[in-house]
């Protein structure tokens, strides 16, 4: 059963736009790594806050991604970004 992973950053303040692009240019790279079957980039503007939405085969094809972004990209995201990512994991019941 695949996993359903939301990963959460929050923009320094003013610099909304610029984290948004930046995901703009990495993101196809996620979308191909193995074993991500989709990826959905939401935003609110409100809290400077942008969650991603992936749908993953397993949680070791999203591990071993985000082992693979911290050396490849990561320091394009870090400087833009308030505190650290959170990721939480869901476990795929029910597809209706």
Not at 12 to 32: F, N, W, Y
Not at 65 to 89: K, Q
Request: include cysteine; hydrophobic fraction near 40%.
């Amino acid at each position: 059963m695949s996993v359903v992973v939301v990963v959460s950053f929050f923009a320094k303040d003013g610099g909304l736009d610029e984290l948004i692009s930046v995901m703009h240019q990495i993101c196809p790279e996620t979308r191909a790594f193995a074993g991500c079957l989709s990826l959905k980039m939401c935003v609110e503007r409100e809290l400077n806050k942008i969650q991603f939405f992936q749908e993953w085969e397993t949680k070791g094809h999203q591990e071993a991604y985000g082992d693979w972004r911290m050396a490849n990209g990561f320091d394009l995201v870090d400087p833009l970004i308030n505190g650290e990512p959170t990721v939480t994991y869901f476990d795929v019941h029910t597809t209706y």
